[in-house]
């Protein structure tokens, strides 16, 4: 599965694109698609402490992240740029109308990313893998 997403590195560019357009989109592209209604959010379960559909996003676009550079040099440089979009993302909703900045949408997107590395991390220290 590792080589499958290595060799098609496309599938994570194209979920960055998607990940991208649906954060600039003036309202909510998801809701425009589901509910004929761009004011409203679609909700995949409910926020508790963190915005659950932004940790959900960031942990998918992370892993596709390690699966597609997992014996890369390239893989610390894609974890700090899904850091930096992460923040980055978000504070762009300052001036995109119909969006708003929220602290939780920061923290559930940041999160998604670290819990991530943190399980990967422990996989590699405690799992076993195949050479």
């Known amino acids: 599965m590792i080589n499958f997403f290595s060799k098609f590195k496309i599938f994570f560019y194209v979920t960055n694109l998607l990940l991208i357009i649906l954060y600039l989109f003036p309202g909510s592209l998801l809701g425009c698609i589901f509910f004929d209604n761009c004011k409203v959010q679609p909700q995949i379960t409910s926020d508790v402490i963190i915005s659950?559909?932004?940790f959900y996003a960031f942990v998918?676009?992370?892993?596709?992240?390690?699966?597609?550079?997992?014996?890369?040099?390239?893989?610390?440089?894609?974890?700090?740029?899904?850091?930096?979009?992460?923040?980055?993302?978000?504070?762009?909703?300052?001036?995109?109308?119909?969006?708003?900045?929220?602290?939780?949408?920061?923290?559930?997107?940041?999160?998604?990313?670290?819990?991530?590395?943190?399980?990967k991390n422990l996989i590699n220290k405690y799992g076993t893998t195949k050479k």
């Open 60 to 119: 998918l676009v992370t892993i596709l992240g390690y699966l597609t550079f997992f014996n890369s040099e390239k893989l610390k440089k894609v974890l700090y740029y899904l850091l930096v979009i992460s923040v980055l993302l978000e504070v762009f909703h300052i001036i995109i109308p119909e969006r708003s900045f929220q602290w939780l949408d920061v923290f559930g997107n940041l999160l998604g990313v670290v819990v991530v590395i943190f399980f």
């Open 52 to 54: 659950s559909n932004h």
